[in-house]
């Protein structure tokens, strides 16, 4: 099934592509060449009958590299061997091979066909990277590790591309040491799969060990639970044994965390060995009086003779104060920065005895309708001042909820009517064609019709009808938005479609909202880490949102909530409870953005390395990430469940 084409000028593959595949999609297109060496001098590349020969030279190295078909897989094999008279130690992302999936986002009829997203684990011995394409397709490309071991990846991205490029991937072994002339030798087999059976296929790999857990972020008070799909495996945390028993084959962990923060667990199994990342969080009750009391004391500007004055403002951590940057979209008082009014209005819902706090939401309301919402006509702004010069389509529809959920608090209906006003204003300048996140369209009609307000429900249910009726014309073409394609545009067709269903309870919406479901569900990875468990693959958050500035994957992001509660949404329609399990168990891994002090970072920038620059860090700024705790309120009920 593989067509393989090389590229004898520098010994690295031109194209993979599936001749299964009538739209004969190149599965490793990127600025460098599939296999090639990074910081390494090209010597030779020999074509025989299944595939070629390479020959690399770097310092430390000479590399042979072969390549070629084997049955129905296509191998690489790359041989190190040391070309000095000493010993040669090679550190964390000190070494690395481009594997340039294709992994790229131009608009969606292109992506559909041509593109495809690339879940990296580099779990040392076990060590994999699963391919999906971003539409529908049969057959899926893996990569799996049957020689040596990796450490993590970096990326080198075209910043001429922006967010519209998640860059070359290069991949890092573990660090090692080889002695004067010693060889070391990294080996992965690609192989098709067919779809949903890429596990099945990692599982017939002798080396390969799975792990299984029901969470990877628990609370102090809980264990953390796994198991290994191998017998008499040893656990190791901070290199000392954890005890593990054997069960129907399988080694079983049961552990009762001390510390807080990430517990990162090493699995042996004979001379082979991979990893767990698991985070220990404090419960979520206590979590989320935190975040919110640093929220009121921290984060609200006070200063009379500004209109920022009562304005909820980003927080640098490292700096330990407020920060703005009206010139900045993404560093304004408006827009996202929404998120934290929401989470203090949600949180008095449920908690309205602290009136430092209820004092504190009411003069934020009086700032946002003041600089960048009009009650009276409702309008929507992106900046204050009430400043027309920018229409952003993003911004009401969170407004509506944020008005919506200061009625629940309040019962003052003049909050529903002007949300149903700015509602009707945002189905005036084109949102039915938008896809926005911030819609509760159940939520938003529930509360019109309990409040009585029976003729403005309808009105609302038939602006959502129009809306949701050209989600389902457009399908899984979607418009661009402030980038070409992302997780975030898919999102609001599955929860925009789900709660459309559950307020008229039609039938024809729920296999419409499947199709949009199996769409989102490509971009998550499901590999065993608090970072990467069913967070969605997302590239620009720390450059936009973050302090450093820098483009890269970020696992977790908050927008990965949105790809849970169209999880979650799901089950409400379908009843199909394996998409609760996924939502829930997703949800928690969100956590690690916040810590025990109130403090959060809006993302983790993941990769070891970004066009050279250091990465694996949480950024600085705490600025989009609350509307995940909002949400972990407001569906997930994590409140009320623990702590």
């Not at 000493?86 to 559909?112: L, P």
């Not at 082979?272 to 609200?300: C, D, G, M, S, Y």
């Not at 009401?396 to 919506?404: G, I, K, L, T």
Request: with cysteine; hydrophobic share 35%; proline share 4%.
């Amino acid at each position: 099934m593989f067509n393989i084409e090389y590229d004898l000028t520098n010994g690295g593959v031109k194209s993979i592509v599936c001749e299964k595949d009538d739209k004969k999609m190149n599965w490793v297109e990127g600025n460098a060449s599939f296999g090639t060496i990074k910081k390494s001098t090209f010597v030779s590349a020999k074509k025989y009958e299944n595939g070629i020969v390479a020959i690399y030279q770097t310092p430390h190295f000479d590399i042979k590299v072969t390549r070629k078909l084997v049955g129905e897989k296509y191998v690489e094999t790359y041989e190190l061997t040391n070309r000095l008279d000493s010993d040669v130690f090679i550190g964390r992302g000190m070494f690395g091979i481009y594997a340039t999936f294709n992994d790229s986002y131009e608009n969606t009829k292109i992506c559909m066909s041509q593109r495809c997203h690339a879940h990296i684990w580099c779990g040392r011995n076990s060590s994999y990277v699963r391919c999906v394409k971003m539409g529908g397709f049969e057959y899926g490309l893996g990569l799996v590790l049957t020689k040596g071991s990796l450490d993590c990846y970096s990326v080198e991205r075209d910043l001429s591309k922006r967010s519209d490029d998640r860059g070359d991937f290069i991949l890092h072994p573990t660090p090692l040491h080889l002695l004067p002339h010693e060889k070391t030798v990294l080996e992965w087999e690609l192989f098709w799969f067919k779809e949903n059976e890429f596990d099945k296929q990692l599982l017939k790999y002798s080396n390969f060990i799975n792990i299984d857990a029901p969470f990877f972020t628990v609370y102090n008070n809980e264990e953390i639970n796994f198991t290994v799909s191998k017998p008499n495996a040893q656990i190791f945390l901070e290199n000392k044994l954890i005890p593990s028993v054997t069960k129907n084959g399988k080694t079983v962990v049961k552990y009762t965390p001390t510390t807080l923060g990430e517990h990162i667990f090493i699995i042996r199994v004979g001379e082979n060995e991979t990893k767990a990342e698991f985070f220990v969080q404090i419960p979520f009750r206590e979590l989320l009086k935190k975040r919110v009391e640093f929220i009121v004391n921290n984060q609200q500007f006070h200063c009379p003779e500004s209109p920022l004055d009562g304005a909820y403002l980003i927080y640098d951590n490292q700096d330990k104060c407020m920060y703005f940057d009206e010139l900045d979209g993404d560093m304004n008082a408006s827009r996202e920065r929404l998120m934290m009014g929401l989470l203090v209005v949600k949180y008095l819902q449920f908690f309205p005895e602290n009136k430092k706090i209820y004092d504190s939401l009411m003069k934020y309301y009086k700032f946002v309708s003041r600089e960048f919402y009009c009650e009276e006509t409702g309008e929507v702004y992106n900046a204050i001042g009430r400043n027309p010069a920018f229409k952003r389509l993003y911004n009401a529809p969170w407004m509506s909820v944020f008005v919506m959920e200061m009625y629940k608090l309040t019962k003052d209906k003049k909050y529903l009517k002007n949300m149903f006003k700015l509602l009707s204003v945002y189905y005036t300048i084109g949102g039915e064609n938008f896809y926005p996140n911030g819609l509760s369209v159940f939520e938003s009609v529930d509360a019109l019709r309990q409040a009585g307000m029976t003729e403005e429900a309808e009105k609302l249910t038939q602006m959502y009808k129009l809306h949701s009726n050209n989600i389902i014309k457009t399908g899984i073409y979607y418009p661009e938005h402030e980038v070409k394609y992302e997780q975030s545009i898919v999102t609001p067709a599955v929860n925009i479609l789900a709660q459309a269903y559950q307020v008229t309870q039609n039938p024809d919406i729920i296999p419409a909202c499947s199709a949009q479901l199996d769409i989102l569900e490509r971009f998550n990875n499901t590999a065993p880490s608090h970072y990467l468990y069913e967070m969605a693959i997302r590239h620009w958050d720390g450059k936009y949102f973050g302090k450093r500035k820098n483009f890269g994957d970020t696992f977790p992001h908050p927008a990965s909530i949105h790809t849970l509660n169209a999880y979650l949404h799901y089950y409400w329609i379908t009843g199909d409870e394996s998409y609760k399990k996924r939502a829930y168990k997703g949800a928690r891994n969100l956590l690690s953005l916040y810590r025990p002090d109130g403090s959060a970072s809006n993302c983790y920038v993941y990769p070891f390395s970004v066009n050279g620059v250091k990465c694996e860090y949480y950024d600085e700024y705490a600025n989009d990430q609350d509307g995940a705790m909002y949400y972990l309120v407001k569906f997930y009920r994590m409140h009320e469940i623990d702590g």
